[in-house]
């Protein structure tokens, strides 16, 4: 049974940081590029951050650049994203994705990109 799991998210203040995780069991994450993405009330999913499978190459939305950074430790089987100078309007569920493909750098933001999906990790930025 694959699954994967998101943990780390929780309520800060603006500006402050957070570090989400995404751990993997049934399967390892070596051979699967990972995407974060997150999905605010009343709004549509979108992608916020991923890395290739060798994590040679990652992809950042341009709302986060400069303040999150994705990184994977495959010996732990666990992908990260840590998010710096939190803004209120990053408050959303983050969802950490899965996708067995070539990573293509165009589409790799895309949500019809990713086979499997955790449950979800609820970040709020919140004075």
């Known amino acids: 049974h694959l699954q994967l799991v998101e943990s780390g998210g929780g309520l800060v203040q603006p500006g402050g940081s957070l570090r989400l995780s995404c751990a993997a069991s049934?399967?390892?994450?070596?051979?699967?590029?990972i995407g974060w993405f997150r999905q605010a009330p009343g709004k549509e999913r979108e992608g916020v951050s991923c890395?290739?499978?060798?994590?040679?190459?990652?992809v950042y939305a341009d709302s986060v650049k400069g303040r999150f950074t994705i990184s994977r430790d495959n010996a732990r089987n666990a992908v990260y994203l840590q998010m710096n100078s939190l803004k209120p309007e990053d408050t959303a569920v983050y969802y950490c994705?899965?996708?067995?493909?070539?990573?293509?750098?165009?589409?790799?933001?895309?949500?019809?990109?990713?086979?499997?999906w955790g449950q979800g990790t609820q970040v709020t930025v919140s004075s």
């Open positions: 994705a899965a996708d067995p493909g070539a990573f293509r750098t165009v589409q790799a933001m895309y949500v019809s990109e990713y086979d499997y």
């Open positions: 049934g399967f390892t994450l070596d051979y699967y590029n």
């Open positions: 890395i290739s499978s060798s994590g040679d190459s990652t």
